[in-house]
């Protein structure tokens, strides 16, 4: 099927390229045309595993083709993704111009037959028919209005940075939601190959991947309410770790008793320094505003949003409580990602403790696999990002584990300890293990342990 795919960020590329891999006519359109011109020499502008790998492949085969010229992306797809940014405003609410830019413009160069517009965008509820108004309205600046039928599907995207490429071949579900049934016809067809999971991996005779087909309404209020869930599961959790550190309790083990009931299951339930990234926190505030727009306040996504502001300083209290004051001394920081796999900074809780060592009048020094100093966007130039983990640990007064890349269990902790002023580990994602830290000279302390 002739696909177009508005947007090649995190998700938009993604979805081209996978869509491309099984088989689709792909065009993928970005106005941002530096992103284009590397994107047409088969380079990813983004670190996500497994991507550059099946995009140099569907570029070969020529199934997929990037483009700034929106006529062209619209001109080609029968079904028209719309997969740009949706980023919070001040107020907490969604910043909805670039979704707007998209729909307008797709009507103003809508030419004949029929067209699927799908929001992929996170957008708050209401925005299908919102996105049907702005199409209409660049139908209506056209000077001779063309013969054209079109339908909005929301189709919210579920997979997780880092595993974004697995995420799409095998999904727990598809969420599908429209009130025609030409539309959600054509969707179907579209995902076929993932629905038989002919792109599963490992193949297994799974069960086809169940497919909600709903209303507009009821598939961006699915994508809202999942995420806020799982925050809420990640909040509960650290709350409940705070509350061992004060009595004496392991959270893992706690963790491991009450995940072990299926009816909370053990996934989100590691304790640590708190979520981030580019998707909870905006989309639990959109929720949360969207609630206030009809006269109803969510207490429990706005605790949630609260006790993970309150999380992310939890290792800024450890350091204190162990070296007392911080002004003066230096902390290195292992990892700076929202999470491993990904170099994605978008909301990650290691500018929040930059931010408050930085305020406290710490020094701080930072590794990470992926993201080197010309990475840290404004306001984070004070922090020195080292080219290795020995260089990171040479005179710190204490190390904080933020992000659990895998090459940090293998990490030289011996001579890290030795290179330290203080040997101080804060892991603050109970990720290592602490009889190994503590072989080699670290006082290692943990999350609710
Ligand atoms: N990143 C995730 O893990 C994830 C997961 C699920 C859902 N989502 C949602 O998907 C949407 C996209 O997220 P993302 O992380 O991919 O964003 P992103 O910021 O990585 O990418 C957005 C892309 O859209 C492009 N763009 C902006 N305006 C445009 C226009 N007028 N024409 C063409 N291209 C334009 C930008 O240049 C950029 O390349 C958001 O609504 C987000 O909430 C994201």
Redesign the pocket.
């Known amino acids: 099927m002739k696909v177009c795919v508005?947007?090649?960020?995190?998700?938009?590329l993604v979805t081209g390229a996978c869509l491309a891999h099984i088989g689709h006519d792909v065009v993928c359109?970005?106005?941002?045309a530096e992103?284009v011109k590397l994107l047409k020499t088969g380079q990813s502008p983004i670190y996500e595993p497994g991507l550059p790998e099946i995009l140099q492949q569907a570029i070969a085969a020529q199934r997929i083709h990037f483009t700034d010229d929106?006529d062209a992306g619209v001109h080609h797809g029968e079904i028209l993704f719309i997969?740009?940014?949706?980023p919070s405003l001040a107020d907490g609410r969604s910043d909805m111009r670039?979704v707007e830019?998209?729909a307008r413009s797709i009507g103003e160069h809508l030419r004949e037959g029929y067209r699927v517009i799908v929001n992929?965008?996170?957008v708050p509820i209401g925005s299908g028919d919102w996105v049907r108004m702005l199409v209409l309205d660049g139908l209506g600046s056209q000077t001779e209005r063309p013969q054209v039928e079109f339908d909005v599907v929301s189709n919210p995207?579920?997979?997780?940075?880092g595993v974004a490429v697995y995420d799409t071949f095998n999904p727990d579900r598809i969420v599908l939601g429209s009130s025609s049934s030409r539309a959600i016809a054509l969707m179907q067809d579209l995902y076929t190959p993932i629905i038989t999971r002919q792109f599963s991996t490992p193949p297994a005779a799974l069960p086809p991947v169940p497919v909600v087909v709903t209303d507009l309404s009821s598939a961006e209020m699915i994508k809202y309410a999942a995420n806020a869930f799982l925050a809420v599961k990640i909040s509960y959790i650290n709350e409940i770790a705070n509350v061992c550190d004060r009595v004496g309790a392991d959270i893992r083990e706690v963790a491991l008793g009450i995940g072990l009931d299926s009816r909370i299951g053990s996934k989100f339930l590691q304790a640590g320094i708190g979520w981030g990234g580019?998707?909870f926190g905006k989309d639990v505030s959109a929720l949360i505003h969207t609630a206030e727009d009809y006269g109803y306040s969510t207490e429990i996504l706005k605790a949630c949003v609260q006790v993970n502001q309150t999380q992310r300083l939890v290792v800024v209290e450890k350091l204190q409580q162990i070296l007392k004051v911080l002004k003066g001394k230096t902390i290195g920081l292992l990892g700076l990602t929202f999470k491993p796999d990904t170099d994605d900074m978008r909301d990650a809780p290691a500018l929040t403790v930059i931010d408050q060592l930085s305020r406290l009048g710490a020094r701080v020094k930072a590794f990470d696999p992926i993201v080197s100093q010309s990475g840290m966007r404004d306001g984070f130039s004070n922090v020195l990002v080292e080219t290795d983990p020995k260089r990171l640990a040479d005179g710190c007064d204490a190390l904080v584990l933020v992000t659990d890349w895998k090459q940090f269990l293998t990490l030289d902790y011996g001579e890290m300890a030795r290179l330290m002023n203080h040997p101080i580990l804060i892991d603050a994602r109970n990720f290592l293990d602490r009889p190994t830290l503590e072989a080699v000279g670290f006082k290692y302390v943990g999350i609710g342990r």
């Open positions: 508005i947007g090649t960020g995190y998700v938009g359109v970005d106005n941002n992103k929106i997969a740009v940014g949706t670039y830019a998209v992929k965008s996170t995207e579920f997979l997780r940075e580019s998707c």
